[in-house]
């Protein structure tokens, strides 16, 4: 019995001396970092930026094909839904990451309170995260279903042979 209360408070010791090393580190890598955050964050908010950028190119490629292509499941319009949920929660995330940047010169208060911030919305970023990956992969197999549609369109619809040309030459 008097082992496992000795494990207990060496574990209640260890916990505060863990999350007082991590606050330590994060609030140094801020302090340091010429972008006023997190490497991981910095990291996280480019990978997100890359991501609305192919948006953008998805969504323009749609609008440039004649809705009849897709007219059969209505699948540009949950195509367009799951982009537009996909640049929601994007735009989000993005936002908040930025919240958690220092602006103007970097003291160690401001140090200190961007890292409790970000500490604090630690779980809610990897949370959106998470669900932004669930978009993304519905969003591939959207695509991959659209393509798949369309292989068999050149049949019915004459001009796509000539799309498929400029596509093939590029």
């Known amino acids: 019995m008097e ?72 699948e540009d319009t949950q195509l367009q839904s799951v982009i537009l949920r996909c640049r929601e929660l994007a735009d989000e995330l993005v936002r908040r990451i930025d919240k958690l940047r220092i602006t ?17 919305q630690e779980d809610e970023l990897a949370e959106i995260q998470k669900r932004l990956n669930m978009y993304r992969r519905e969003l591939e197999t959207r695509v991959l279903l659209s393509l798949r549609q369309v292989r068999y369109l050149p049949i019915a619809y004459p001009f796509l042979p000539s799309i498929e040309a400029k596509i093939d030459g590029s």
């Open 104 to 120: 103007g010169p970097s003291g160690k208060r401001k140090a200190f309170a961007a890292t409790v911030k970000s500490l604090w």
């Open 3 to 74: 082992a496992v209360a000795a494990l207990g408070l060496a574990g209640s010791i260890v916990q505060p001396l863990e999350f007082g090393n991590k606050l330590r580190k994060t609030i140094l890598e801020i302090w340091n970092s010429a972008a006023g955050t997190t490497a991981s964050n910095s990291a996280t908010k480019a990978m997100v930026q890359t991501f609305l950028e192919s948006l953008e190119s998805v969504s323009a490629d749609l609008s440039q094909y004649p809705s009849l292509l897709y007219q059969q499941n209505n």
